[in-house]
């Protein structure tokens, strides 16, 4: 079967770093996508990761290991605005997005 | 965890027909479903929200005669992109969510993705 994993909420201080894991199980795969949402808004398009590997773009990094079936979204230098709910989500073999239920990150001054 | 599915998965039609696109909450009554737009590798585009039983609630730039929506009962809401054309071709992602404490929280569907021949 398919599944996908992340914390529902995390806490963190303002300048610090955060690390938000997912953990997915699935026969085929086509690619993992980190996006960032706030509330009320469309989810925006952070990361894509299809190979093993860190991939940084600026403060975010984000990281992938098929064989491990794990993924994270690495946050550098927090600011009051990274508050949010980050969304990981991989492509199956069909290229059907499976998502996770979202992790709330909650930042503290 | 919520359930939200999609369907067809995917479609392939002819310009000028019109494609329904179905989005069920499969394990709870969702009061509040989105209708996304995606292009490759990009943010989810916001096309409407809408209520059940109520009319939907359009994003600047998105023509509500060409994107049917309608939310007849908790558990379904249903797109149709009328009179299809080549640029209509797009991976569709619908939401559900609730009302209340759990406002800010959206389950999302798998996608269908639409190729307009």
């Known amino acids: 079967g398919q599944n996908i994993d992340q914390p529902t909420e995390m806490t963190a201080t303002e300048g610090a770093i955060v690390q938000i894991n997912c953990t997915y199980q699935t026969s085929g795969f086509n690619g993992l996508f980190w996006y960032q949402q706030h509330a009320g808004e469309a989810p925006t398009f952070l990361s894509y990761n299809v190979l093993d590997g860190l991939e940084e773009k600026g403060r975010f990094s984000s990281f992938l290991s098929r064989s491990k079936g794990y993924s994270y979204l690495l946050l550098k230098e927090l600011q009051m605005k990274d508050s949010a709910s980050y969304l990981c989500?991989?492509?199956?073999?069909?290229?059907?997005?499976?998502w996770g239920a979202g992790t709330k990150l909650i930042i503290k001054p | 965890g919520a359930v939200v599915s999609q369907h067809p998965s995917w479609v392939i039609c002819k310009s000028g027909t019109s494609v329904k696109i179905e989005c069920r909450s499969l394990?709870?009554?969702?009061?509040?479903m989105f209708w996304y737009r995606q292009f490759p590798k990009q943010s989810l585009m916001l096309m409407a929200t809408?209520?059940?039983?109520?009319?939907?609630?359009?994003e600047q730039g998105v023509e509500k005669d060409k994107f049917l929506i309608n939310h007849a009962s908790l558990t379904l809401s249903t797109l149709t992109v009328t009179s299809a054309h080549p640029e209509d071709s797009s991976f569709y992602i619908c939401?559900?969510?609730?009302?209340?404490?759990?406002?800010?929280?959206?389950?999302f569907g798998p996608g269908t993705r639409l190729t307009v021949l």
């Open positions: 809408s209520n059940e039983g109520s009319k939907a609630t359009y």
């Open positions: 989500a991989f492509m199956d073999s069909n290229y059907q997005l499976i």
């Open positions: 394990d709870f009554q969702a009061t509040t």
């Open positions: 939401s559900a969510g609730f009302a209340g404490r759990e406002a800010d929280t959206q389950y």
